[in-house]
């Protein structure tokens, strides 16, 4: 696609339920990121998924949340028994290659994934 | 830890006035450095970025200007536009995947 796809574009859950968001990359973009945004704050990195590459889960908050990127393209982030705390802007973004700094390597961004937890 | 934080959080400037957003960073093995445009509702856009084996670099109407001595960083916009009412990040790499953004300054312009 032309840019960055996520969705839902917003969701409201009640605490303790699973949610999955979605991300479809830019086309033909091999790096995958995820960032979590909370109200008035900076990015938190999440995850990163480079090619056929095991993915650094690093920055993940605790084992409720998983994602996957299947085909290399689509990504799904779960996060299971949800809380409040888990309330933010979820944002997906792609890279042509892995790596940001490399020559025409920019990290383009989705318009994210607005989760309320009540 | 590492971070990337920035000197003020909010700045308003009149429409046609130059604007300047600060930032420091934490990590001197940082060598790349990313200023980002967040409006409303949106994803963050790329606006201008910095090796760390330059001081100054110029795009259009925004200069970034990097001291590594004091680990400082600042974007620049001239002639400021009410569409350049945003949140802007300032965000380091340290050659990696993993880029650290900082917590945003919110620029208001006013017309």
């Known amino acids: 696609g032309a840019g960055v796809s996520q969705s839902p574009s917003n969701k409201v859950t009640e605490k303790g339920k699973d949610v999955e968001l979605r991300c479809d990359p830019i086309?033909?973009?091999?790096?995958l990121y995820w960032y979590r945004q909370s109200l008035g704050q900076g990015l938190e990195f999440l995850i990163y998924f480079q090619g056929n590459s095991a993915p650094d889960k690093s920055g993940l908050p605790s084992d409720r949340f998983s994602a996957e990127r299947t085909g290399g393209s689509v990504s799904t982030l779960t996060i299971q028994r949800t809380q409040q705390e888990d309330s933010a802007v979820y944002l997906c973004?792609?890279?042509?290659?892995?790596?940001?700094?490399?020559?025409?390597?920019?990290?383009?961004f989705g318009e994210g994934s607005w989760l309320t937890v009540v | 830890g590492e971070s990337v934080g920035l000197h003020l959080p909010t700045l308003s400037v009149q429409e046609g006035d130059n604007s300047i957003i600060n930032c420091a960073y934490s990590?001197?093995?940082?060598?790349?450095f990313i200023w980002y445009k967040q409006e409303s509702g949106k994803g963050p856009q790329f606006i201008i970025d910095i090796r760390s084996n330059m001081d100054k670099r110029q795009g259009q109407r925004v200069t970034v200007l990097l001291n590594k001595t004091v680990k400082h960083l600042s974007l620049q916009i001239a002639a400021t536009q009410p569409g350049d009412s945003a949140v802007y990040f300032c965000a380091e790499n340290t050659g990696g995947f993993k880029t650290i953004f900082g917590a945003g300054t919110r620029l208001f312009v006013k017309a």
């Open positions: 973004a792609s890279s042509p290659n892995g790596g940001p700094g490399s020559p025409g390597n920019t990290i383009y």
């Open positions: 990590n001197s093995a940082s060598d790349y």
């Open positions: 086309s033909g973009h091999t790096a």
